[in-house]
């Protein structure tokens, strides 16, 4: 059985978020009047979230959802640039120390996943980058190659993501899995050496009581 290590991408590897380009995406290709309807009638949704509230993993999923809604009818030339912006843009936020500690557990022989709510076509792109595979959420075109404004299953997020690295590991063992929020805890708890990177609040405490790492600018990396 191979060893497998599997990581979370935005707030883990990068400091890049989709949801951030995919709004400048939509602003630049005359969609400027949806995305600040959208944007402004689900504030009060994020207020709520960060205030802990409601959530807010649900809310980013349905944020992610309502974002993608507003790309109904766009050819794939198009799509195609926004996944090409996503990916340059997470890239170059990348978290160098983290991407290091896999680039060891690969020279170790580990195969590595990068697990991602984001666009599958961009989370390829990264991982292709760092010789890894990536498990990430599809996004709908029809026959002609037009986005439906849906999404192809759930967001990799969660539950879900924990489901679809299980299955990826084809009789490998997790050896360990870095995540930094709420929706990586299903996934950090099916691995031998959870990390917990720049946590949220939530996966803060979980992580501390549970006695896992937390992996940050002042923590030493082994």
């Known amino acids: 059985m191979s060893d497998v290590v599997a990581s979370d991408l935005e707030g883990t590897l990068t400091t890049g978020e989709t949801w951030r380009i995919l709004g400048e995406f939509l602003k630049s290709h005359g969609r400027a009047g949806q995305y600040n309807a959208f944007f402004y009638s689900r504030l009060p949704g ?3 979230a960060k205030a802990k509230l409601i959530n807010a993993q ?10 993608t809604a507003l790309l ?7 799509i195609d640039a926004l996944m090409a912006q996503i990916v340059d843009e997470v890239w170059a936020a990348r978290r160098i120390e983290v991407i290091a500690e896999l680039e060891r557990h690969r020279a170790n022989g580990a195969r590595i996943i990068i697990a991602s709510g984001t666009y599958q076509p961009a989370a390829d792109a990264f991982a292709a980058r760092m010789g890894a595979q990536a498990i990430a959420t599809g996004l709908e075109l029809d026959a002609n190659g037009v986005a439906t404004g849906r999404l192809l299953g759930n967001v990799s997020t969660g539950e ?6 299980r299955e990826c590991l084809q009789g490998g ?3 360990a899995a870095y995540g930094d929020t709420e929706g990586d805890i299903p996934m950090l708890s099916m691995s031998a050496q ?7 609040a939530i996966l803060r405490a979980k992580a501390t009581a549970s006695g896992w790492r937390i992996l940050e600018s002042n923590s030493v990396s082994p």
């Open 46 to 48: 994020f207020m709520l």
């Open 58 to 67: 649900r809310f980013r999923e349905s944020w992610f959802e309502g974002m």
């Open 72 to 78: 109904k009818g766009m050819m794939r030339p198009q």
């Open 173 to 175: 063992v997790l050896i």
């Open 160 to 165: 879900t993501k924990a489901a679809r690295v």
């Open 194 to 200: 959870p990390v917990a990177v720049y946590p949220d």
